[in-house]
């Protein structure tokens, strides 16, 4: 089984900058395919950006330039550093994770699943 738990979520004003966190746990070895996604009120939840085990990244539009997702492969650990916050970046944020094959752009057009998801954390951008 695999356990995922985002933090760092929070409010901020536009224009700032948050580190959002996701540790896994459990089994792992073969998660080569991680995710960020968010869900903002009455909307679907979305892909932002994905990364695989070789570290190709790919992002979502709205995010490309401010955001950036990376990861600690020793500490099991992604990330995503959100810069130039938007009120419209407000969601809850979303990490994702599986494997062994992976294929970012597809993850962030939303052609590619995830299976292992965690409980979400609060992002909210003030104007």
């Known amino acids: 089984q695999v356990q995922m738990v985002e933090s760092g979520g929070g409010l901020v004003q536009a224009g700032g900058s948050l580190r959002l966190s996701c540790a896994a746990s459990g089994t792992t070895d073969s998660l080569y395919c991680m995710g960020w996604f968010r869900q903002a009120p009455g909307k679907e939840r979305m892909a932002i950006a994905a990364i695989q085990s070789n570290s190709t990244t790919s992002y979502a539009d709205s995010v490309k330039g401010r955001f950036t997702i990376s990861k600690d492969n020793a500490k099991n650990t992604l990330y995503l550093q959100m810069n130039s916050l938007k009120p419209e970046d407000t969601a809850v944020y979303y990490c994702?994770?599986?494997?062994?094959?992976?294929?970012?752009?597809?993850?962030?057009?939303?052609?590619?699943?995830?299976?292992?998801w965690g409980q979400g954390t609060q992002v909210s951008v003030s104007s």
């Open positions: 994702a994770a599986d494997g062994p094959h992976c294929h970012p752009p597809s993850v962030v057009a939303g052609r590619w699943g995830l299976r292992h």
